[in-house]
């Protein structure tokens, strides 16, 4: 698939084309979460604060696999189970990104809405930077997700508001409607930030060309 400069639109028409290709799969890890999810609450439900830890931990590791998939699909690498294998090995640095990021946003819609979507738009991509590059660690990725959308504020914020608009469609479709949403809007994130890391990016010959 071949990626122009990044867009907000162009990154939704990118995660709805990989979604056709890749919905089963992805969907199905999306429901062994949540199957998995269900029975560790049920087996655990005595005692809250270890039902909580471990659902946390499950969270993160299925997440970063999850994560992994999502950017293989962006790249037109076939998904195998190995893809999900390989994220979760960056699930240290995936849950890091997200814990931060995740309190920075928090903080953020405390003081205002604004500041939230501008947080929730600098450093939105970072778990996906952090299973992609593991590398850089947590922080790193933060770091380096703020420098990625550095002049994109308002088209991340646009991504933001039309990945909304996807999981509000999903919802009035059911609960089918709103798997296929999610991934759809997965999908979309992992584009924008191919997009704004290479230019013009072919994922099908994984050519990139870089913006000037």
């Given at each position: 698939m071949n990626y122009g400069p990044f867009t907000a639109t162009g990154a939704i028409k990118a995660g709805w084309q990989l979604?056709?290709?890749?919905?089963?799969?992805?969907?199905?890890?999306?429901?062994?979460?949540?199957?998995?999810?269900?029975?560790?609450?049920?087996?655990?439900?005595?005692?809250?604060?270890?039902?909580?830890?471990?659902?946390?931990?499950?969270?993160?590791?299925?997440?970063?696999?999850?994560?992994?998939?999502?950017?293989?699909?962006?790249?037109?690498?076939?998904?195998?189970?190995?893809?999900?294998?390989?994220?979760?090995?960056?699930?240290?640095?995936?849950?890091?990104?997200?814990?931060?990021?995740g309190i920075m946003a928090m903080v953020g819609f405390c003081l205002f809405v604004i500041p939230g979507l501008w947080v929730?738009?600098?450093?939105?991509?970072?778990?996906?930077i952090a299973v992609d590059r593991p590398e850089l660690g947590g922080v790193g990725a933060l770091k380096e997700s703020f420098?990625?959308?550095?002049?994109?504020?308002?088209?991340?914020?646009?991504?933001?508001?039309?990945?909304?608009?996807?999981?509000?469609?999903?919802?009035?479709?059911?609960?089918?409607?709103?798997?296929?949403?999610?991934?759809?809007?997965?999908?979309?994130?992992?584009?924008?930030?191919?997009?704004?890391?290479?230019?013009?990016?072919?994922?099908?010959?994984?050519?990139?060309?870089?913006?000037?």
């Amino acid at each position: 698939m071949n990626y122009g400069p990044f867009t907000a639109t162009g990154a939704i028409k990118a995660g709805w084309q990989l979604a056709k290709k890749n919905w089963i799969i992805l969907i199905g890890i999306i429901l062994g979460y949540v199957i998995i999810s269900c029975l560790v609450s049920f087996l655990l439900s005595s005692s809250q604060w270890l039902n909580q830890l471990v659902s946390i931990v499950i969270g993160a590791v299925f997440g970063a696999g999850y994560a992994k998939m999502c950017l293989d699909a962006n790249d037109e690498t076939e998904l195998t189970f190995s893809s999900f294998t390989e994220g979760v090995k960056s699930t240290v640095p995936y849950f890091v990104a997200n814990l931060l990021c995740g309190i920075m946003a928090m903080v953020g819609f405390c003081l205002f809405v604004i500041p939230g979507l501008w947080v929730m738009a600098r450093f939105g991509l970072a778990s996906y930077i952090a299973v992609d590059r593991p590398e850089l660690g947590g922080v790193g990725a933060l770091k380096e997700s703020f420098r990625l959308t550095k002049g994109n504020d308002i088209p991340m914020i646009g991504l933001i508001f039309l990945e909304l608009l996807v999981v509000v469609v999903g919802l009035i479709c059911l609960l089918v409607g709103a798997f296929y949403a999610a991934v759809v809007c997965t999908l979309a994130s992992v584009a924008a930030y191919r997009m704004l890391s290479y230019g013009s990016y072919d994922a099908g010959d994984a050519t990139i060309v870089k913006q000037q």
